[in-house]
């Protein structure tokens, strides 16, 4: 009898369902995984609500995944059944002008595992989008952030920080904590704002040197008073909104970066005074998705301990909850949600 797996099945925007399937046949070159953990991404929740217009349906949702490796194709040299691995869910085409001009977070004929994302007992993956895990003391449910960390990672490292340097992290939801966490390691010290205390509290636990509810302070003050009128070298605005980038841009330093990591839905514009970039010589940039280099840098800030993800779990829900799952992000219950596919209890 053919074996079996649980899918957490879209037919269209706002209808989840679990339904059963034959568990996938293993290409040449493909990697089964057995899904471990897999994270809730405002991605997918946007997607899921039916915000993002070039999302197709019907799909299965989820690519911040974790699994152990349980089939290999015949061409598959690097995997060996039992290993701990992340699948990256984007497979780039490795020959477009963005691919070889190390953009390949940008690739021109992407392909998407539409039917085969991580809301499900299994992924098939193709062992170059496959990364392992090589510490036994990695935990699956920390390594699960792997593509979450891989963004922020190419986010950070457009910054081009200086150790000492101070960047302002604007949000620290999930994805704002592990800025934070990675531009400490490029040794800047962090301010922290949010207008969530308990969002502020954990920024602090994860080593932000200041915390401020801009709700509460004024924050051209705050800023210039921690750094004596000079302003912040770098920031990243984690939430999406043009407002707070028009309220973050006038807060840097002469040379200072400012990163838009979010994607901003519906449109908007932003409106700047373009003397304060000229005089300041302010870069502006943003970031989107990662490339396999940003993928196994991220694997290996998880596994080395120097960026903790694991904290950032406030709830692990089973599969079968993944409705509730995208409700709770929506509502921004918590911080991180995460589905324990077939992870340890
Ligand atoms: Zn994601
Ligand atoms: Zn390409």
């Known amino acids: 009898m053919d074996k079996m797996m649980r899918v957490m099945w879209c037919e269209r925007p706002n209808q989840v369902e679990i339904r059963y399937q034959k568990v996938y046949e293993v290409g040449d070159d493909d990697v089964l995984i057995k899904v471990a953990y897999t994270g809730v991404c405002p991605w997918d929740v946007r997607a899921f609500y039916g915000l993002k217009s070039s999302v197709a349906f019907p799909r299965v949702?989820?690519?911040?995944?974790?699994?152990?490796?349980?089939?290999?194709?015949?061409?598959?040299?690097?995997?060996?059944?039992?290993?701990?691995?992340?699948?990256?869910?984007?497979?780039?085409?490795?020959?477009?002008?963005?691919?070889?001009?190390?953009?390949?977070?940008?690739?021109?004929?992407?392909?998407?595992?539409?039917?085969?994302?991580?809301?499900?007992?299994?992924?098939?993956?193709?062992?170059?989008n496959v990364y392992q895990i090589t510490r036994p003391e990695t935990s699956m449910r920390a390594a699960a952030f792997t593509e979450p960390l891989s963004c922020v990672l190419r986010g950070q490292e457009g910054l081009h920080l200086y150790p000492g340097?101070?960047?302002?992290?604007?949000?620290?939801?999930?994805?704002?904590?592990?800025?934070?966490?990675?531009?400490?390691?490029?040794?800047?010290?962090?301010?922290?704002?949010?207008?969530?205390?308990?969002?502020?509290?954990?920024?602090?636990?994860?080593?932000?040197?200041?915390?401020?509810?801009?709700?509460?302070?004024?924050?051209?003050?705050?800023?210039?008073?921690?750094?004596?009128?000079?302003?912040?070298?770098?920031?990243?605005?984690?939430?999406?909104?043009?407002?707070?980038?028009?309220?973050?841009?006038p807060l840097l330093a002469p040379g200072g970066r400012l990163n838009i990591f979010a994607g901003i839905y519906p449109k908007d514009e932003l409106k700047l005074d373009p003397n304060l970039i000229h005089y300041n010589e302010l870069v502006i940039t943003g970031s989107a998705d990662s490339t396999p280099q940003n993928y196994q840098r991220a694997l290996a800030l998880i596994e080395s301990g120097q960026v903790n993800t694991e904290t950032l779990i406030?709830?692990?829900?089973?599969?079968?909850?993944?409705?509730?799952?995208?409700?709770?992000?929506?509502?921004?219950?918590?911080?991180?949600?995460?589905?324990?596919?077939?992870?340890e209890v």
């Open 165 to 249: 340097e101070v960047e302002l992290v604007v949000g620290v939801g999930p994805i704002g904590l592990m800025h934070l966490q990675v531009a400490r390691t490029f040794g800047a010290r962090v301010i922290a704002s949010d207008p969530n205390p308990q969002r502020l509290e954990k920024a602090r636990e994860l080593g932000a040197e200041w915390v401020i509810n801009p709700d509460q302070e004024d924050m051209a003050d705050f800023v210039k008073k921690v750094t004596d009128g000079w302003g912040v070298d770098a920031a990243v605005v984690t939430v999406a909104s043009a407002r707070v980038i028009e309220g973050t841009v």
């Open 314 to 343: 406030s709830h692990l829900l089973p599969l079968e909850k993944l409705a509730q799952a995208f409700d709770m992000v929506k509502s921004q219950a918590g911080l991180k949600i995460m589905m324990n596919v077939n992870g």
């Open 61 to 128: 949702l989820g690519h911040e995944t974790s699994g152990i490796v349980v089939e290999v194709g015949k061409n598959v040299t690097h995997f060996k059944v039992g290993q701990r691995v992340v699948p990256d869910f984007i497979v780039k085409c490795g020959v477009c002008k963005a691919c070889r001009t190390g953009r390949s977070n940008r690739c021109l004929n992407p392909t998407f595992m539409q039917f085969g994302g991580g809301y499900a007992d299994y992924v098939r993956i193709p062992q170059q």
